[in-house]
């Protein structure tokens, strides 16, 4: 993996509940993520978008029990990863709550990923070789940083921490 040796302003963060990136959907209900997206991928020229997710992570957890019905807002915006929730209880239906939790944590970040390439602009630039996109895991308790490897369908350790 290569260091990163930018400056001020060379990176550009959007952070909400879960990391999680919504589909494409114009004049949708989740407009700041795509307004970010829009911006960072058209305006700024990034070359590489990288889908964050964390252990023990409250959205992805909250996602994994079910909401109570007086939620307003959350809700609806982790069901973004439904899709991630549903093959983890598919997939590991015997396994504990904290395994199932992490599972989805990571399968979220892929659900991310494939939500990255709705965006017409995005997937254009991923076809071309001018943007590239990246799933990475932080698990804080074991000190490391996972990144997810298409070629074998799998996180792996990319840095110790």
């Known amino acids: 993996m290569r260091r990163f040796a930018g400056g001020p302003g060379d990176v550009f963060v959007v952070r909400n509940v879960a990391n999680l990136v919504p589909p494409y959907h114009p004049g949708g209900d989740f407009a700041s993520v795509p307004a970010a997206l829009e911006f960072a991928v058209l305006s700024l020229k990034v070359e590489h978008i990288i889908v964050l ?35 983890v209880r598919a997939e590991l239906p015997a396994k504990s709550p904290a395994l ?35 799933g990475w895991y932080f698990d804080l308790a074991a000190g490391e940083l996972l990144h997810y490897d298409a070629a074998r369908n799998a996180f792996e350790t990319a840095v110790p921490v």
Request: net charge neutral.
């Open 53 to 87: 997710g964390h252990a023990q992570c409250g959205g992805i957890h909250a996602l994994m029990q079910g909401l109570d019905s007086r939620s307003e807002f959350i809700g609806k915006w982790v069901s973004i990863a439904e899709r991630a929730r549903t093959r």
């Open 100 to 134: 199932q939790d992490r599972a989805c944590e990571q399968a979220g970040i892929l659900v991310s990923l494939e939500n990255l390439l709705t965006y017409p602009w995005i997937a254009e630039r991923v076809q071309a070789g001018t943007v590239h996109l990246h």
